[in-house]
């Protein structure tokens, strides 16, 4: 169908230039991911991993959905039925859903729903919950649950109530094209884009009838909560990253994921395949009372942002996020822009960035570059503490490993009768 794998890339850039994603609903996990109500089923980040694999972050949030969905009432109990093998895994990228830090998603977990509206496919999300001891950190205490439960009984409803009056729902594009603008790269920075969303969102809670009280619990929350659009923007890539991944040919990575042990890619002329090398533990600032010694190996689907082209690849537009990070000012910001720049092929017009001369954030990462120039993908990341139960620890920045990419060209030039030596 493509000539070359450069005429297979730019329709691929092309596609991802032209989607457009809507924020449309939440909605109960099992509602619209059918392999959820096959039994005792979770969803987790990264490529495949079972239960005896998986660090420490995974396995409390893995406790914690448990104790949540009542299949154990207590820790003992959720360990037991994890390690006799009684609950299924399934990674969130094969349900066309994305999980940040362990990625843990139950049934009964509401999810953001976005819809690309130009090539029809769908992405979900499970909710932010803030930071600190949270689950998705592996965190699964009684204050954890509670903060669930209150998210699925409380939050949940009323955003989709809000959501069910808009009638295309919320346009992303639009959104993030201002917040870029506004200094968020949309992995550790969202608070521009976290504000222009309860700007949208406040209205529409304010005129709903019910509990007051309810509904001042939600406002409060979305207005402190200032990661709270990291998971709809992880659910807009995917839903683009997914789009372009239909176009079957070319080098243009469509994946990129953590699960605590593996760092895994997937490439678009390789299609569903996992080309996986052990990850590396991010490095950055840590919350008083710990240290690198506590980190935990890089975890998360969030990475799936990097993979779209912003995240750490766009630090230049929130060069605020270098000194939260620990990786510098604003010179460093813009060397890591730029270094990035090397290996994706284009700049997405949608994203200007004022601070780079209104040059649009980075789109398509090819892997010919990252193997040819051996710049790997530098991730913007939270940094989970090694032990369950304890949640976030700090935020840093970590590198993609470069043995995958290797891996998934070698790969893909096989499957073109290309010989390498």
């Known amino acids: 169908m493509y000539a ?5 890339n730019a329709a691929i850039i092309e596609r991802i230039k032209e989607a457009r994603p809507y924020w449309v609903g939440v909605r109960p996990a099992r509602e619209v991911i059918p392999e959820l109500t096959q039994g005792k089923v979770l969803l987790h980040a990264g490529p495949p991993i079972q239960w005896q694999d998986m660090t420490g972050p995974m396995r409390g949030a893995c406790i914690g959905a448990s104790l949540f969905e009542g299949w154990a009432e207590n820790e003992q109990q959720a360990l037991n039925l994890l390690e006799k093998g009684e609950i299924k895994f399934i990674p969130c990228h094969h349900v066309n859903a994305v999980g940040p830090m362990g990625g843990i998603t139950s049934a009964n977990m509401p999810v953001v729903e976005v819809k690309n509206r130009i090539h029809g496919n769908t992405a979900y999300c499970n909710l932010n919950e803030g930071i600190g001891k949270v689950m998705r950190f592996g965190a699964y205490g ?7 439960r209150w998210m699925r009984d409380t939050l949940a409803p009323v955003l989709q109530q809000a959501l069910s009056g808009m009638e295309d729902g919320i346009d992303l594009n639009s959104l993030m094209a201002q917040a870029i603008t506004m200094g968020d790269e949309f992995h550790q920075r969202n608070i521009a884009a976290s504000a222009l969303l309860m700007r949208i969102l ?3 809670i304010a005129c709903q009838e019910g509990d007051k009280t309810r509904l001042s619990e939600v406002l409060q929350f979305l207005s402190v909560t200032d990661q709270f659009f990291l998971n709809l923007a992880m659910a807009y890539c995917k839903a683009v990253m997914d789009a372009a991944a239909d176009i079957k040919a070319g080098s243009i990575v469509t994946a990129m994921t953590r699960n605590g042990r593996d760092f895994g890619i997937r490439v678009s002329g390789l299609g569903d395949r996992w080309f ?3 990850v590396n533990t991010p490095q950055g600032l840590f919350f008083t009372g710990f240290s690198q010694h506590d980190a935990n190996p890089d975890i998360g689907d969030s990475a ?4 779209f082209g912003v995240g750490g690849a766009a630090m230049i537009a929130a060069p605020g996020v270098t000194r939260f990070v620990g990786a510098g000012g604003m010179e460093a910001a813009q060397e890591t822009s730029e270094e990035m720049s090397e290996i994706y092929l284009q700049h997405n017009p949608l994203l200007q960035i004022p601070s780079w001369n209104f040059q649009g954030a980075c789109v398509g990462l090819d892997i010919r570059r990252v193997v040819e120039t051996g710049i790997t993908p530098l991730i913007n990341t939270g940094i989970a503490h090694k032990e369950a139960g304890v949640g976030q620890v700090g935020a840093g920045t970590v590198r993609a490993p470069l043995p995958c990419f290797e891996l998934a060209l070698e790969a893909l030039a096989e499957s073109m009768n290309i010989q390498v030596e």
């Open 4 to 8: 070359s794998i450069s005429e297979a």
């Open 142 to 148: 009684d204050d954890v649950q509670r903060r669930l």
């Open 202 to 204: 406040a209205p529409s």
């Open 276 to 278: 996986t090398a052990p």
């Open 304 to 307: 799936i942002t990097e993979t």
